[in-house]
Nanobody
């Protein structure tokens, strides 16, 4: 089992920046079995959507955040980051961290709220 805890959300003005963190914990075997981590978000009244992913040395981004958001992963302390720059009101959402292990089991955090004011 893997537990994920997000942090770093808050209220920011449009054009501002935030850095989200997601710390994974669990047994050594469960942590080592993670091969991909990602960020997703869910705005009020909308479905959860993909934001960015990190797997191996590769990253992938939703078109809506390309050039503004950067995902990174620190394997030493099992932490995933999302640097969000040039934030827009439409980025307002609850941001969730996901980890997928080699058996295709998905783990989710409880989310952190990001509110961007215009």
């Amino acid at each position: 089992q893997v537990q994920l805890v997000e942090s770093g959300g808050g209220l920011v003005q449009a054009g501002g920046s935030l850095r989200l963190s997601c710390t994974a914990s669990g047994s050594i075997d469960s942590i080592n079995a993670i091969f991909a981590m990602s960020w997703h978000r869910q705005a009020p009244g909308k479905q959860r959507e993909f934001v960015a992913a990190s797997y191996g040395s590769s990253t992938n981004y939703a078109d809506s955040v390309k050039g503004r958001f950067t995902i990174s992963r620190n394997h030493a302390d099992n932490t995933l980051y999302l640097q969000m720059n040039s934030l827009k009101p439409e980025d307002t959402a609850v941001y969730y961290c996901n980890a997928r292990d080699k058996w295709a089991t998905n783990y989710w955090g409880k989310g952190t709220l990001v509110t961007v004011s215009s």
